[in-house]
């Protein structure tokens, strides 16, 4: 079992949908938790960081962590064609461990 | 601020071969790290320079190497290359030692170096 589980993709989803993005862990050793978004031909970027268990919002974009369940998600309202990209969620109690990503299509 | 400038940004190579990848971190960070990214295992990573010295190491073979220069530039090798190896190759700098962040400490990654291997 790897440390870090992201839901398989592709999403495709029609403008304005909400979307939800999820991973699964099992170090519960991890403190930081943080998604990251990567268009194509980029490198990854940083959309939001949370520590320890809790909601974090940021625009249309809201992060959730549930320790107890060892379980993060990432929510996107009214999503946009901009958004499509792909995700990766990644945590680390010193080193970065990443999910595998999700590839997001928003279509118009 | 000019971003992690990674060269080249792709490459071809042969089995056996060798290759050099380089990083350019954003001006005034000191740590370097390297991923590899396969649609098969997602981000891995390899290593991590501060201070030109190696902090830390994935689960990589030997055959995958790298060094920091006292300019905070970063040089990664992979010799006697495999078709498995075929990858794109990620860089990302950071002010500070170790991959942890807190709200001031964000991995910048570059565009990467995309090898392929034939």
């Known amino acids: 079992q790897k440390e870090v589980e992201q839901d398989p993709g592709p999403l495709s989803v029609p403008e304005g949908a909400i979307v939800s993005l999820n991973c699964t862990y099992s170090n519960s050793a991890f403190q930081y938790f943080m998604w990251y978004r990567q268009y194509s031909r980029k490198g990854p970027e940083l959309l939001m960081y949370t520590y320890s268990s809790g909601n974090k919002e940021d625009g249309r974009f809201t992060a959730q962590v549930d320790k107890s369940s060892k379980y993060i998600s990432l929510f996107i309202r009214d999503s946009q064609p901009s958004d499509s990209a792909t995700y990766l969620c990644a945590m680390s109690e010193e080193l970065l461990t990443f999910g595998k990503g999700i590839t997001l299509s928003v279509r118009p | 601020k000019a971003g992690v400038t990674q060269t080249p940004r792709y490459l071809i190579k042969t089995r056996g071969q060798q290759v050099t990848l380089s990083c350019s971190p954003i001006?005034?960070?000191?740590?370097v790290s390297w991923y590899q990214q396969t649609p098969g295992q997602g981000l891995q990573f390899l290593f991590e320079?501060?201070?030109?010295?190696?902090?830390n190491k994935g689960n990589f073979p030997g055959r995958f190497s790298g060094r920091q220069f006292s300019n905070s530039r970063s040089e990664m090798n992979v010799s006697t290359l495999e078709l498995g190896d075929s990858a794109l190759y990620l860089c990302?700098?950071?002010?500070?030692?170790?991959?942890?962040?807190?709200?001031?400490?964000?991995?910048?990654f570059g565009a990467g170096s995309r090898l392929t291997v034939l």
């Open positions: 990302a700098s950071s002010s500070l030692y170790g991959t942890y962040h807190s709200g001031a400490n964000v991995l910048t």
């Open positions: 320079y501060f201070s030109e010295t190696q902090r």
């Open positions: 001006s005034g960070h000191r740590s």
